[in-house]
């Protein structure tokens, strides 16, 4: 259990290191490279209609609005939306992620640019997570996406 460990810490460390862009394009490699086996395991989770109403208020967004709100959460800007992500347990994000990667295959979230590469850094960190086993790397991901989202605002409002 404390490589599980290990593998959640080093997921929180290792996404900060990339940019915004990059670590949403580290996701969705993730999502496509691992045989779409990681997350279909947050769906059953028991926050998935709370992470499926947010996704729904992205969803109908322009793509470039949709990309933005995805980098909004990935920064922890203080926006809406971010803060509604925030508020949400991990397996919750986890779903919200998991219904992201399926409308980008899907063509109803703007999908990663073709000719996209990832960097060095994101290659090396992606090697890594297919080096580990399904639990660590579930591990992973709830640490390199808890961390996103911006904090739940005081009182009445999100």
Known sequence: MTFTTSAYDQGKADIKKLSVDDQLGLLWFVYTQMGKSIT??????????????LFEQ????????QLQV?????????TELSRMYGSMS??????FWYFLAVGMDEGTIIPVPPDYQLPEAG???LGKIEGMDFQQQIDFLRGTILEMGAEAAPGAGI
């Open 40 to 53: 279909p395991a947050a769906p059953g989770a028991s926050g998935s209609d709370i992470a499926q109403g």
């Open 70 to 78: 995805m980098r909004d959460i990935a920064s922890k800007a203080n």
């Open 58 to 65: 992205v969803k109908p967004l322009p793509h470039p609005e």
């Open 90 to 95: 991990p397996e919750t994000k986890l779903a």
């Open 123 to 125: 290659k090396a960190l």
